[in-house]
């Protein structure tokens, strides 16, 4: 995967390393992922969009070979916040003070919170698969719950789902994966990608990160999102989803993000569940490619 590209690990301004990969040449284009994956959801379309970008894939902190913080009672250091300053960091390291940003999932909520944050920073941006945090979390009833109950159980006190998913770390990583996707399997998921995930997935340093980042999500980031109702994204916003997902039966998904953004926002549903770059590369790599080509 990723031929032709390099590995690199770069340290934030707050010490965070985070491990990237770095390919192509052209405008910069930062590409993040979401749980329970790492930067290897991107391994279908980053090679095609470095024909036309240099494009950094990283992990996010608590994710696959980035550095996983201690966490702290506020959950501050797995904050959105946290998470977009360190993109910010990492990307200035590689001598990019202004880019564009995609983020599936986890991602998306981080790439959310960089717009708001660091507006200056970011050219354009699209979201995949997801609506504001905050607003999931006010429109939970019981079909969103049932669906999403992996947001519920995951914000549960240490070490309650730690020690549930570290019994057996790679049948909970499959049995999402499946869960997700359209075909309610895993054979969309490269044979390549799935040993990434796994061999990941398996750390219970990820596992714990990954539980910090949906208790913050609970907490920090809705205090955070609380305090800026009136900040708006500035930059175009694209947003792709999957139609055989939970966003698209629950939300009117365009409507969410333009709620949010003060600039431009598109978008559309692709036919498939909730991993777009995987289950329909081909056409998430031509949307991507037509709004970041601007």
């Given at each position: 995967m990723f031929?032709?590209?390099?590995?690199?690990?770069?340290?934030?301004?707050?010490?965070?390393?985070?491990?990237?990969?770095?390919?192509?040449?052209?405008?910069?284009?930062?590409?993040?992922?979401?749980?329970?994956?790492?930067?290897?959801?991107w391994h279908r379309i980053a090679p095609?969009?470095?024909?036309?970008?240099?494009?950094?894939?990283?992990?996010?902190?608590?994710?696959g070979d980035s550095a996983k913080p201690a966490s702290d009672p506020a959950h501050a250091a797995y904050s959105k916040r946290a998470m977009a300053q360190d993109m910010v960091d990492?990307?200035?390291?590689?001598?990019?003070?202004?880019f564009a940003v995609a983020g599936h999932d986890r991602g998306g909520r981080v790439t959310?919170?960089?717009?708001?944050?660091?507006?200056?920073?970011?050219?354009?941006?699209?979201v995949l698969d997801i609506v504001?945090?905050?607003t999931v979390f006010r429109a939970t009833d019981q079909a969103l719950a049932t669906g999403y109950y992996h947001w519920f159980f995951l914000i549960q006190p240490e070490p309650l789902p730690e020690r549930m998913i570290g019994a057996d770390p790679n049948f909970y990583l499959r049995k999402k994966l499946g869960h997700w996707s359209a075909g309610k399997d895993t054979g969309w998921v490269?044979?390549?990608?799935?040993?990434?995930?796994?061999?990941c997935f398996s750390d219970p340093a990820t596992i714990h990160a990954s539980c910090e980042d949906y208790r913050a999500a609970a907490t920090i980031d809705l205090a955070h999102d609380e305090a800026d109702l009136d900040r708006k994204i500035r930059c175009p916003l694209l947003a792709l989803w999957g139609e055989k997902g939970l966003m698209h039966r629950h939300f009117d998904v365009l409507a969410?993000?333009?709620?949010?953004?003060?600039?431009?926002?598109?978008?559309?549903?692709?036919?498939?569940?909730?991993?777009?770059?995987?289950?329909q590369p081909e056409r998430t790599l031509s949307e991507l490619a037509r709004f970041f080509a601007v």
């Open positions: 031929e032709g590209f390099t590995e690199r690990r770069v340290a934030a301004a707050n010490g965070t390393e985070i491990f990237l990969r770095r390919g192509g040449s052209g405008p910069p284009l930062l590409l993040l992922h979401g749980y329970p994956q790492t930067h290897a959801i095609a969009l470095a024909r036309r970008f240099t494009v950094v894939c990283a992990d996010l902190r608590g994710y990492a990307m200035a390291a590689l001598g990019h003070e202004r959310h919170r960089m717009c708001l944050d660091h507006p200056e920073r970011i050219s354009r941006a699209a504001p945090t905050r490269a044979l390549e990608a799935m040993a990434e995930y796994e061999r969410t993000w333009r709620e949010k953004a003060d600039g431009p926002v598109e978008g559309k549903a692709l036919p498939c569940g909730h991993f777009l770059p995987e289950e």
